[in-house]
């Protein structure tokens, strides 16, 4: 389960449809709660697609914000839980280039379909598994609170 | 010389996010990170004892790649940061 604020909520799917037709993305802070498979979203830190050779269909979060983010996190007293990205013109599921450069083993990779530049869909998928070789993404339910 | 764990890797350092480390290299310090925490090795290297492509590890702000790699010399004080890529596409 993914629990996240309206506010952020809107503000990811917002910088997709700002993006359009280019792919967004951006690194989740919160909490994470291994006992009941929770992690709750307390910020979304928007970061530049340095994939600029092919925005439309790749992302790439520059190493430089990454190390950023981790640092709030831990300024923050928090974890990275999870990232995000648009799929510009695509239905919200994860592709096989996603799977395939997924790391983050625990963290939350949420995905909204942005049609004709504006959002539709917002899925979350857990990347789930022990190791880079028996990873999996698993559907996860997100809970948007009001 | 600190080593601060990325949330995936944290269950195999013992739960912590950042692990005090002796070393005068990368390399050292990752060696002493990883003769603590034996888990943590197979998700750094592949069976060839080469750190994993999507690894990316930092030396305070810098990126070892532009430095001298894992033959880079660290002093007392210094932070490591181990941070794998985050990427993807449709
Ligand atoms: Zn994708």
């Known amino acids: ?146 | 010389m600190k080593i601060h764990i990325p949330t995936p890797l944290r269950q195999y350092a013992g739960k912590n996010s950042t692990v005090e480390v002796k070393g005068g290299t990368v390399a050292e310090a990752l060696a002493n990170l990883t003769a603590q925490y034996g888990d943590l090795r197979r998700h750094l290297y592949t069976d060839d004892g080469k750190l994993r492509a999507f690894v990316n590890v930092y030396l305070n702000d810098e990126d070892i790649r532009y430095l001298q790699k894992e033959n880079t010399p660290t002093k007392e004080g210094d932070s490591l940061s181990i941070v794998p890529s985050i990427a993807g596409g449709l």
């Open chain 1, 1 to 146: 389960m993914l629990k996240i604020p309206d506010s952020i909520f809107q503000e990811i799917r917002r910088h997709g449809e700002e993006t359009y037709p280019l792919e967004c993305c951006g690194v989740l802070l919160g909490e994470v709660d291994l006992d009941v498979n929770e992690r709750r979203v307390s910020l979304a830190i928007r970061c530049g697609n340095m994939r600029t050779d092919s925005a439309h269909n790749r992302y790439l979060i520059d190493d430089k914000e990454l190390l950023a983010a981790q640092k709030t996190a831990r300024e923050r007293g928090e974890d990275i839980v999870g990232f995000y990205h648009s799929h510009p013109d695509h239905p919200a599921q994860w592709s096989q280039t996603d799977f395939a450069e997924a790391h983050w083993i625990g963290c939350s990779y949420v995905i909204t379909a942005v049609a004709k530049g504006k959002a539709e869909i917002t899925n979350s998928f857990l990347l789930d598994g022990s190791t880079e070789e028996d990873k999996k993404f698993v559907d996860e339910k997100i809970e948007v609170l009001r």
